[in-house]
């Protein structure tokens, strides 16, 4: 399954700059963008193991713990989320992430921040086996070297010609594949989600291509942070364009790509592509946050 969903995005650039965006977020209804990808490869190999059950890590409002117990109850597997944060036991019923996910079948372990940090280590991997059976391990965001096998079928022949390829950067996985499958004239461009430089160690555990750049100044304060600014640029984005866009990554990647083009980035005549990598079922749990903090919602329909 490698479907092509490019889609114009008819904003008038000066210098004849052109931006397409890749609607990965349609590949599947529940199982969205580089969440397929990811998991295109690691469930036969979990089938051929014989495992039958999948564990995998996420937060509160984690694409990957939805697209992860959809997709595992679809294939006939037992799921086991561990969620960051215990004091989200007992509001399940509250976040539609986690409710999506236990409707689907996973069962679910809350742990402490400090805990969690813990999530990559042998041991700690030794003592969830000890508690719940073997399993097929699926890390946090879904990044392994089959995920990246996945994400590198994103671009198709149909995509040579696009001088940048641009996309979101949560834990790797996806920029990885595209730096390996991308030609000797495109540069991959991430924008990632989270403070900090060591994504790019976690890239070049992946990556066999030095034809990419990580631009960190698009992450609106870290992770999960959000303000007026992005909100109403989704919003007008979503209403001149009938594209929505996640506030945690699609989102801040758009708006990035587009102050970059404002601010003379692109060589003129610059043809962009742009990477929808889905999380658009992060938004109902988002406006529940915005309308406690009083602020406006994102207008999308999801």
Known sequence: M??????????QFKNDI?????????????????????????????????????LTFGGAFSNHIAAVAFAGKEQGFKTIGIIRGEELLGK?????????????????????REEYRLKNEESYIKNLKEKFGDFYLVPEGGTNEMAVKGCEEILTDGDAVFNYVCCAVGTGGTISGLINSALANQKILGFPALKGDF??????????????????DYHFGGYGKINLELIEFINAFFEENKV??????????????????????FPADSKILLIHTGGLQGIKGMNLRLKQKKLPILKIDV
């Open 92 to 112: 399940i019923e509250e976040n539609p992430t986690l409710k999506f996910a236990q409707e689907n079948g996973m069962q679910f372990e809350f742990v402490s």
């Open 199 to 216: 994504l790019q160690d976690e890239i070049r555990i992946f990556a066999k291509k030095d034809n990419w750049n990580l631009i960190s």
């Open 18 to 54: 052109s931006l397409t965006i890749k609607r990965e977020d349609l590949i599947h209804p529940f199982v969205s963008g580089n969440k397929f990808r990811k998991l295109k490869y690691n469930l036969p190999q979990a089938k051929a193991e014989n495992k039958q059950t999948l």
């Open 244 to 265: 929505p866009l996640d506030p945690i990554y699609t989102g801040k990647m758009v708006f990035g790509v587009i102050d970059l083009i404002h601010k003379n980035y």
């Open 2 to 11: 490698n479907p092509v969903f490019n889609q114009p995005v008819n904003i």
